[in-house]
């Protein structure tokens, strides 16, 4: 009855296809370019246009439709003005938008604004179209900024100084930005940066774009910015000197690595911990980074994940000091999305060499002190380099002992587009044993081929040196070899019509990556993807995706362990952006020794095969009350489980928000004890008092570990660069499973930051 129904909604799904017509081909443009203006008098950044000064700016006002129809003309104008000084570059804008129409419900700064009416600036400084920066701002003047990793992808947590304002008018809303050329890194012999501006409507789903190429306005495809000269970084100093005062309680030891450290009941600790942070410019091109007794007390949390699989999670990095200029470090493009969905997160991380993440927290998360480091990265001509040298202190309830950490990154631009480059580390967070790698990548990148396309093709291989202890190598057979990684993969990537993509690696048994990340060695496995987009010109859905997508991983012994097919017959989203997603997974498990999957729940050794079958609805962000639920049904190691999961979010008011999130899975296994359920629930809350002030709230429960976590955040920011922060992190724990929870570990944070720029 499952599969009949099944059908029924794939065909329902597949009607939609048949039924709808194609919008034919518009004219690519083609490179556009502007001249900027400079100009001697700053002018007041406050979100009006109202000054002589934006008179004699440079204009862009030939913006085009990139979605729903790419080069057509947009629904409403867009009007962008430039202008520099030697210190900034300041860019107005008029937004037109109908009244009623602008989806502003994000007020918090730094919260992100990717589904919310914006303008978003794209700066190439180098012009090199393989990466650079962004800066966002929506009708409440919320900035929002990021760093590129790749040409699609970016870090959102990667954070800037810089100010802007927006205002409202009948007819939309206008926005002032200032980039501070010392927030910029940029190669001052050249005049010409690429340059690229986006704009969203929400309720219409509709994007328009400066300069796009295949639906897509990122670095590869940006515009030109001409006549920059006598551009003035000041010395190029910034000192930002923090201090906390800390209360910090551990009432229980749960670290199975130290369990013999002991701690007393309601142990303790109050601390004042000042840092400070040092960046310098050595160039204009060329950063260098200098951090003393770092703290990292304010960083965000990350979510709360249940690991129902044989192998690691991947957690992502949210920490300021190892996000500034991160893209430098990416290696492979190993961790880099390409569609294809039977991949988890963790299995495309895969070997990646170099993880900042492993710095400072220990195996489950406990933070660990960083005494001091630094850091030297930037570009020189075609070259890029980055280097980072880290001491990290010990701690016993950790499970680690003080030693130093040290990175180093090198890549040199072949053509407009390619790269090559060779990464080393050495050293072990968590280990005192002797740890290296040394790594090999080259990337080539097309994104001037016939109607638009792009083609992307990646090569890496590595290599680690570990001192292991008497009887510990994975493969004891060669203590000293099979410790080598090595991937390939080729891609079409696309947002219209076809689009495909094929990738292998091999990671063998000793490969140990210390500052890196593993999900798995001693494989080799292969994935692949092939899709098709197909946007109808008229009628109630705006845009249909199809996919289909494989990952095949094998032993280094050509024995099968992981086998999933993915198929996706519709993905769907109609002209306000709502979302109907269907899927089946056809996925294949072996296991060679038994796998506990749980506490007393064991899965024997065996072959099990299984299908799922799933399917998801979402509410577009630009209404008050936004989410999507999702349910899949389906076999699980020759049982059944079903998944239900989603997010709920109510925005009464700019100034407030709240929302709930859940992830329940039921499973019932034909072993002992196989009859359990899996819950993650989460909710949060905001207060937003201003744009300056903000209360967030965060609650994380899992029934695995049976902890509450607690976070709550105070911020205020007065202005960029100047910091206060209020935190408290509260963690209960339901030790005996009779629902008494309590407290296992609080943490209470007070931390003033200061940038002092010269």
Known sequence: MRLVR???????????????????????????????????????????????????????????QVNPVEYAEPSERTEIYLLYDDDALYIGARIYTPPGEITANVMRQGASITQEDSLFVTLDPFNTQRGGYFFGLNAHGVRFDGLYRNVSEYYSDWDSIWDAAAQRFDGGWTAEYE??????????????????????????????????????????????????????????????????????????????????????????????????????????????????????????????????????????????????????????????????????????????????????????????????????????????????????????????????????????????????????????????????LAGFDALYRNSRLPGGRTIEAGVWYQSTDTEWFAGEAPNPLEPDGADSAAGLSISVPSNNKFRGAFATRRVEANFYPALGFTSRTDVRDYSGQIGYTHRPATGYWQSLFFNLDGQRIEGLNGRLQSQQIGLTPVQMYNRTNDMLYIRSNFETEVLEVPFEIRPGTIIPVGEYSTDDHGIEWGFSAHRRFSGRIARTDGGFYNGTRVRTFGNFTWVPSPRFRTGVGFNIQDIDLPVENGKFTTRIVNTNFDIVFSSKLSWTNLIQYDNVSEIVGLNLRLNWIPEAGRELFFVVNHNLQDFDEDNHFRSLASDVVAKASYTFRF
């Open 6 to 64: 099944w059908a029924s909604w794939c065909a329902l799904a597949c009607a939609g296809w048949a039924s709808a017509q194609e919008t034919a081909p518009l004219q690519d443009p083609g490179q556009k370019t502007v001249r900027i203006a400079r100009t001697m008098a700053r002018p007041v950044i406050d979100g009006a246009l109202d000054e002589a000064v934006w008179q004699s700016a440079a204009r862009i006002d030939n913006f085009h």
């Open 179 to 436: 980039i501070p050329f010392k927030s910029l890194s940029f190669d001052p012999n050249s005049d010409t940066w690429g340059l690229n501006f986006s704009r969203s409507l929400e309720t219409r789903n509709e994007d328009m774009a400066w300069v796009s190429r295949n639906r897509r306005w990122d670095p590869s495809s940006a515009g030109l910015m001409t006549g920059l000269t006598g551009l003035d970084q000041g010395i190029g100093l910034d000192i930002v000197p923090s201090a906390s005062l800390v209360n910090r309680r551990v009432l229980r030891n749960d670290n199975p690595l130290t369990p013999a450290v002991e701690v007393d009941p309601d142990t303790s600790d109050d601390d004042f911990e000042p840092s400070l942070d040092v960046f310098y410019k050595l160039t204009p091109q060329m950063n260098a980074a200098l951090t003393i007794n770092t703290d990292f007390s304010a960083t965000e949390v990350v979510d709360r994940q249940v690991n129902l699989t044989r192998f690691g999670l991947f957690f992502p990095e949210k920490r300021d000091f190892f996000l500034r200029e991160a893209d430098i470090f990416e290696f492979g493009r190993i961790g880099a999305s390409d569609g294809t969905g039977a991949l988890s997160n963790a299995e495309r991380q895969n070997a990646r060499p170099f993880f900042s993440r492993r710095i400072g927290l220990g195996a489950f998360g406990e933070p660990v002190d960083l005494n001091y480091g630094g850091k030297i990265s930037g570009r020189a001509g075609r070259f890029e380099l980055g280097a980072l040298s880290i001491r990290q202190d010990e701690n016993p309830l950790a499970g680690v002992d003080d030693t130093t950490l040290s990175v180093v990154r090198a890549k040199a631009g072949i053509g407009s587009e390619s790269t090559i480059g060779v990464v080393l580390t050495n050293g072990d967070p968590l280990n005192p044993r002797d740890n290296s």
